[in-house]
């Protein structure tokens, strides 16, 4: 690498990072400020609480490493020719190309990072993520009750909770378990707790009424006192993953049983294989527009939203096909038209010495 492509590199390296840091922590305390209240008032430990929202961080990385490289790229660049520097490099013969040369670098960079997110890092992290909810559901079970609200932690249980108090103690108690619907039981009580045992989480009820339907009889039973084991999630129950939790081989291989399943197993496959790739594709996008014509040092503010546009125009058409695509998969190939095709285009504006949107009529024009 030149000199001057490492001048380039490292100035579009710092804003790179500056860009996706700041990105993403926006991003992340938006996610993560449901888990704030847990933490500080009802049990929740830092530890966890770090290690949960931690796993968030590969799937937000992962959108937003091509879309910060590509905000960075317009910064720089632009600031570099007002600066009269990249007018200087091109006056002593550096060409559009070569000038590319550290976007294409950096978008490598980018990209392989993107694929160990894709293909690795975020399926883990979205796995462990919905793994562990079932021990904070049964560790903080309590907590997870949320007052004034019709809590159903699994299917056929239905829990109200209208108060609670500093010590987690929880009043006014609706219990429904319908899950044998040859005996459903009902409970109230005025209050209660819930306690951690071996077993998982123990509800323990005070002065209120058990009622269980059994063969079109109702029972009633007052209670003083009663314990109930609730296990939120069974240890011997095999979670199905969702499509994001999944490795590309499993997705691309599809459920036999289910061709809507398949699509869109399929679909999330196809945008692993092909969203790193806009870390190349998005930059360099941007760049052939701002490259669009002769240096100009006076501002280039129309290029900047030319560029802008491209970017936004390329990611939103992604997502579209990425969604068509579960309901029409012979669209699939349109994903990967739609990056060489930007490449292409980027290609010609950078070997274009002025594109035809930016070329002045001819006087020759004009008199006829």
Not at 178 to 184: A, I, K, L, T, Y
Not at 205 to 214: A, C, D, F, I, S
Not at 216 to 228: E, H, K
Not at 286 to 300: I, M, T
Request: charged share 20%.
């Amino acid at each position: 690498m030149r000199q001057y492509e490492r001048y380039l590199f490292m100035h579009l390296l710092l804003p790179t990072v500056l860009v996706t840091l700041a990105l993403t922590g926006i991003i992340w305390l938006t996610q993560v400020m449901r888990f704030v209240d847990f933490m500080l008032n009802r049990g929740l430990t830092i530890s966890d609480f770090l290690y949960l929202t931690g796993l968030m961080l590969p799937s937000i990385l992962l959108i937003l490493i091509p879309i910060s490289l590509g905000i960075a790229v317009i910064f720089t660049y632009n600031r570099l020719t007002s600066d009269s520097e990249l007018v200087v490099l091109n006056a002593v013969g550096v060409s559009k190309l070569q000038l590319a040369r550290p976007v294409i670098a950096l978008g490598a960079i980018c990209m392989v990072i993107c694929y160990a997110l894709a293909l690795y890092l975020m399926p883990v992290a979205n796995q462990k993520f919905r793994d562990i909810r079932s021990f904070f559901r049964d560790k903080y079970a309590s907590v997870l009750l949320e007052e004034e609200v019709f809590n159903a932690p699994i299917d056929g249980i239905t829990v109200f909770v209208r108060s609670r108090d500093a010590k987690n103690n929880l009043y006014g108690i609706l219990l429904h378990d319908n899950r044998d619907p040859r005996e459903v039981v009902t409970m109230m009580a005025e209050r209660g707790r819930m306690e951690q045992t071996a077993n998982g989480p123990r509800f323990y009820l005070e002065h209120g009424v058990r009622q269980q339907m059994k063969d079109g009889a109702v029972n009633w039973l007052s209670f003083d006192n009663y314990a109930l084991d609730i296990a939120f999630f069974a240890q011997d129950i095999q979670r199905k993953r969702d499509p994001d939790e999944q490795g590309v081989f499993e997705l691309l291989r599809g459920d036999p049983a289910n061709s809507k399943v398949s699509n869109a197993m399929r679909a999330e496959a196809h945008q692993r294989l092909t969203w790193p790739m806009l870390a190349i594709v998005l930059p360099l996008l941007a760049l052939s527009f701002l490259f669009s014509g002769e240096f100009n040092r006076r501002g280039q503010w129309k290029r900047i939203v030319q560029a802008a546009v491209a970017m936004i125009l390329v990611t939103v058409l992604f997502f579209a096909l990425r969604n068509f695509i579960v309901k029409q998969p012979w669209l699939t190939p349109a994903l990967y038209v739609l990056l060489a095709g930007s490449v292409a285009v980027s290609v010609q504006l950078l070997l274009t010495t002025r594109p035809w949107w930016a070329r002045k009529p001819s006087m020759m024009g004009l008199a006829t």
